[in-house]
């Protein structure tokens, strides 16, 4: 949502429509063993999409310890990374590096980051995992709740879906590119 602040003359009604454009490409991950062509086969499903932002949203440490249990790269490295890709890659614009986790430093739920996520970007939105990111997310309890309000992009066929993902095939689709 665009906070600035508009001037209209008097009796004027503001016509913005906050679901203009394409909607939003999410790509949540810790981007500790994405590569670069991974990064550029997102780029370009947004742009084959028509998608007007690519989000690159790389979680906390804490926040990756929580779901998966595993050692993880200080979040400055791999942020650092991912801005030097989005120089490298020649952006025009369309690619963000959001770094709401990192200025919090400390786990956040995926609830809160879709929430942040649906506020700043504009809708619809659709979030780009790998497979067992999509098995982590269906194992929550808000899995149902925010399945209804975007849509799941997975970027390789999952071999052992969750329950709920197969519940909610109709919801998410195979990506590769």
């Known amino acids: 949502?665009?906070?600035?602040?508009?001037?209209?003359?008097?009796?004027?009604?503001?016509?913005?429509d906050t679901h203009s454009g394409k909607g939003t490409?999410?790509?949540y991950d810790t981007f500790q063993d994405?590569?670069?062509q991974q990064l550029e086969r997102a780029a370009e499903l947004a742009s084959a999409?028509?998608?007007?932002?690519?989000v690159l949203y790389p979680l906390h440490e804490e926040t990756a310890r929580r779901m998966w249990k595993r050692p993880i790269e200080?979040?400055?490295?791999r942020e650092d990374r991912l801005f030097d890709w989005r120089r490298e890659s020649g952006d025009n614009g369309t690619i963000t590096v959001e770094n709401?986790?990192?200025?919090?430093?400390?786990?956040?739920?995926?609830?809160a980051a879709l929430r942040h996520l649906a506020e700043i970007?504009?809708?619809?939105?659709?979030?780009?995992?790998?497979?067992e990111t999509a098995n982590a997310f269906a194992s929550f309890s808000s899995f149902e709740e925010w399945?209804?309000?975007?849509r799941l992009i997975i970027n390789e066929p999952p071999p052992d879906a969750h329950p709920n993902l197969t519940k909610y095939r109709h919801r998410w689709d195979v990506q590769v590119i």
């Open 1 to 16: 949502m665009d906070r600035s602040i508009h001037k209209l003359p008097y009796g004027q009604a503001d016509e913005m």
């Open 25 to 27: 490409l999410v790509y």
């Open 34 to 36: 994405v590569s670069d």
């Open 49 to 54: 999409r028509s998608f007007e932002k690519l």
């Open 74 to 77: 200080p979040y400055y490295k």
């Open 100 to 111: 709401w986790e990192g200025k919090r430093k400390k786990y956040t739920p995926i609830e």
């Open 121 to 131: 970007y504009p809708q619809p939105m659709f979030l780009y995992v790998s497979p």
């Open 147 to 150: 399945i209804g309000k975007l």
